[in-house]
T-cell receptor
Framework: KAGVTQTPRYLIKTRGQQVTLSCSPI?????VSWYQQTPGQGLQFLFE???????NKGNFPGRFSGRQFSNSRSEMNVSTLELGDSALYLC?????????????FGPGTRLTVT | QKEVEQDPGPLSVPEGAIVSLNCTYS??????FMWYRQYSRKGPELLMY????GNKEDGRFTAQVDKSSKYISLFIRDSQPSDSATYLC??????????????FGGGTRLMVKP
């Protein structure tokens, strides 16, 4: 069974631009969560989607947004990029929302903002 | 102070040693406790999870949870150079507000020397 896939794997953007990252969950998984990983703050929860609805959101500014499509694929968008947004963005999927203990991560998208 | 604390290391051990990795936490609502392994430039890989207090064993890995002390541990027996990675503990409150949100420790970097 294929794992979680994320595209693109690497991205370089300029401050002020916007970016869209994509995540395809494991086949049959309907819940998708996004995390930001930085050396200083570690892994921090961004948001979670299930059945095209955002169920939970972490403590990030409104510049960070996401959505989920009917096939469970998810995208996240960051507008007006700042240097501090440089990070590894990870997507995790699970069968449904009440299985936090069975979340599987993708390889991540490494975003560099210059 | 962070909700989940983890010594960043690095922890350097000889091949074959028993490794002990630990996390402390402050949120008594946490019910599920996970351990992830992350190799450089990869996404976290789920190793095992434990519900509430107790022990769980899987091959060379043993997870322990002591909710009274808010302390969890991961033991690795017969450590191998291939175990060299960053180990992340993660926790979930498992309620309607938390959904699948995981709260991570900062990770401990482990190096197993041949």
């Amino acid at each position: 069974k294929a794992g979680v896939t994320q595209t693109p794997r690497y991205l370089i953007k300029t401050r002020g631009q916007q970016v869209t990252l994509s995540c395809s969950p494991i086949s049959g998984h309907r819940s998708v969560s996004w995390y930001q990983q930085t050396p200083g703050q570690g892994l921090q929860f961004l948001f979670e989607y299930f059945s095209e609805t955002q169920r939970n959101k972490g403590n990030f500014p409104g510049r960070f947004s996401g959505r989920q499509f009917s096939n469970s694929r998810s995208e996240m968008n960051v507008s007006t990029l700042e240097l501090g947004d440089s990070a590894l963005y990870l997507c995790a999927s699970s069968l449904n929302p009440d299985r936090p203990y069975e979340q599987y991560f993708g390889p991540g998208t490494r975003l560099t903002v210059t | 102070q962070k909700e989940v604390e983890q010594d960043p290391g690095p922890l350097s051990v000889p091949e074959g040693a028993i490794v002990s990795l630990n996390c402390t936490y402050s949120n008594s609502a946490f019910q599920y406790f996970m351990w992830y392994r992350q190799y450089s430039r990869k996404g976290p890989e789920l190793l095992m999870y434990t519900y509430s207090s107790g022990n769980k064993e899987d091959g060379r890995f043993t997870a322990q949870v002591d909710k009274s002390s808010k302390y969890i541990s991961l033991f690795i027996r017969d450590s191998q150079p291939s175990d060299s990675a960053t180990y992340l503990c993660a926790m979930s409150a498992m309620n309607n507000n938390a959904g699948n949100m995981l709260t991570f420790g900062g990770g401990t970097r482990l190096m197993v020397k041949p």
